[in-house]
């Protein structure tokens, strides 16, 4: 329970990185001794969301460029093949949902919040695809990037991309045109790992200083 509340933090951006935790105010926020937040820092050191500094004390550990490159290239192969298998099967009752839901991740305040809607806007979209393996390793996949959210604030610039990215990607599949809604989500996962750089700032990245 304890390895878990510290993970949704860290993931959710509340925990940020270089945050020094304590086993001593930890202990007495969870109200129990050191031993069990001894073990649950032990758990979090050896999935990589913590680093161990010079004084041996544990902080939180920030997200590497090369990690989030790394994570977006397999996202785009395993979420674009899961929309390819989906397409075809998804009703317009599935792209209704997804539309409700992405109106409320555009309102959302809470990171946390944000990425669950974000989360289960992708899966209704991919929710037919008829590969189990293939949901649960883009779940997982998905899980690791949470800290993300926490960069794309309600009025934000990124959410407003984020929102209308999705937009997109709807339109495109109640159009049947299944290429079109998977060159826009390998941008929008692309543009997030720094993978790609979005249209509409090429020219500038092309322009002299």
Known sequence: ???????????????????VLK????????????????????????TGL??????R????????SKDVHELGQIRISLEVTALQLSAPRLTAAAL???????????????????????QEFHATLYGACGNERLLEMI?????????????????SRSRSDFYHEHQQ????LEENDVQTA????????????????????TSKSESPV
């Open 1 to 19: 329970m304890i390895t878990q509340a510290l993970r949704d933090e860290i993931e959710a951006g509340t925990l940020l990185p270089g945050t």
């Open 23 to 46: 086993q001593e105010e930890l202990a007495a926020r969870f109200g129990v001794s050191r031993q069990p937040i001894r073990h649950a820092l032990e758990r979090l050191h050896e």
């Open 50 to 55: 913590l680093e161990k500094r010079p004084d």
């Open 57 to 64: 004390s544990l902080a939180v550990t920030g997200l590497r």
């Open 96 to 118: 209704r949902k997804a539309r409700r839901i992405n109106e409320d991740l555009f309102e959302e305040e809470a990171p946390e919040i944000l990425a669950e809607l974000d």
């Open 139 to 155: 779940d997982g996949l998905r899980g690791e990037a949470k800290r993300a959210y926490a960069l794309q604030p309600k009025g």
């Open 169 to 172: 990607i709807l339109a495109a």
């Open 182 to 201: 998977c060159d826009v989500l390998t941008t929008h996962i692309g543009v997030t790992a720094g993978i790609l750089i979005p249209i509409d700032q």
